[in-house]
Structures are given as structure tokens and as C-alpha cells.
């Protein structure tokens, strides 16, 4: 783990994480084995993620004697997934975390602006009660982040982490100076993004190698 030069962006920097984020780059890994990695890989970043989530003290009997132990406290996770891609990140999560509730928002970015334009939302009541990590592999422009964020804080919720496989810096900067409260932990900072919105040298169309579609 890595403080980043960005406020409250966090690089999970380790091995295995760098050695999977390799392979899943590589132009020939397969649908299986880019979804498989994405998984493992969300796995990890689960575990930073949920870092700050807090525990209380319960009297529990182990087979020789009784002890003071800790369990999550009240309200726990919801994950956000923003569709489709963000899919994939989730199945690796909710192996951690198998019981926390789910959202699902669908955006889109407009080819022609690059803006999101949301078309589905479906998210838990309680969204104010819970830690809420929104997951998505690519931050690019940072705008559907933002929005995603934004739509959110307007259903509730007030402790949010972002977590992403991919960003780069310009992405970065848009979004934290619209959500300077959110933390984000991304697996790596790339160098750029290109005229038509894909981080470079990143792993292109995330869904797209997720769902082998073109
Ligand atoms: N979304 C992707 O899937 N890939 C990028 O490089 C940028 C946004």
C-alpha cells in the first residue's frame, strides 16, 4: 500500500497485485483469465477498501476459555457496482464480503462528450448506515466517478470508498476535487489518457475483455 501524491488516493502497491494487473494487461489473456484476475485482484483491494470499518468488543467461549473478541459493528458494506464493467470487480468482493448489500447504477459515457449519462439505478434504503464502496475498474475521465458519487450522496450515503483497478492523474484530479471526502484505492496510476478516453498504456475496454464482447 502506497500513499499516492493525490489526497486520499491510495495505490495498492504489492506483488501479487502488480503481477496480476500485469497479466491482465496483456493483449492475450483470455475472457476466463481476464475475469479471473479481475477477481483475484478485487479481492485484495477488498481488503484495503474496508480498512476503516468499524469493530466492537464481544465476549465469546473458545474451546479452552472465554475471551474478549471483535466483530463488525452495526450496519455494515453495501457495494455499488457501476454496470457492467464494475461487475467484475464486485464477484471478487462479495467473496470477502458475501454478505454486504449491492447497488447497481448504470452509466454510460457519450462517445461524442465523454459525459456519463445514467440509465439504471437500483440501490439498498439504508445507504446512509453502511460503508459504501463503489467499484468500477477504469477511472479515465474521472467524470462518471464523479457523478456516480454525486448520485449517491444524494441517496444517503456518507462514508464512501472508490475503488478502481486502473486511473491516471488527470482522472484523479477531476475527481477528487469534486469528492475531496472520498478515498480511492486503485491498483495503479497509468501515464495518460488518449483522445478517445482509454488510459494508456492501460488494459483497454475493461467490459469489453470482461464480457468478451466488442
Ligand atoms: N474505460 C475502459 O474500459 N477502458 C479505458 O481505458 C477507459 C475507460
Redesign the pocket.
Known sequence: MQPSSFPNVTVLDHPLVRHKLTRLRQVETSTAGFRRLTREISLLMAYEATRDMKLEDVEIETPLEPMTGQLLSGKKLCFVSILR?GNGILDGMLDLVPAARVGHLGLY?DPATLEPVEYYIKLPEDMGERLCIVVD??L?TGHSAAAAVTKLKQAGARQIVFVCL?SVPEGLRAFTAAHPDVKVVTAAIDRELDDH???RP???????RLFGTK
Open positions: 464493467a459515457r475498474p477504469m479515465a486502473l478516453g482509454y488510459i492501460g488494459l483497454g475496454d475493461a467490459g469489453d
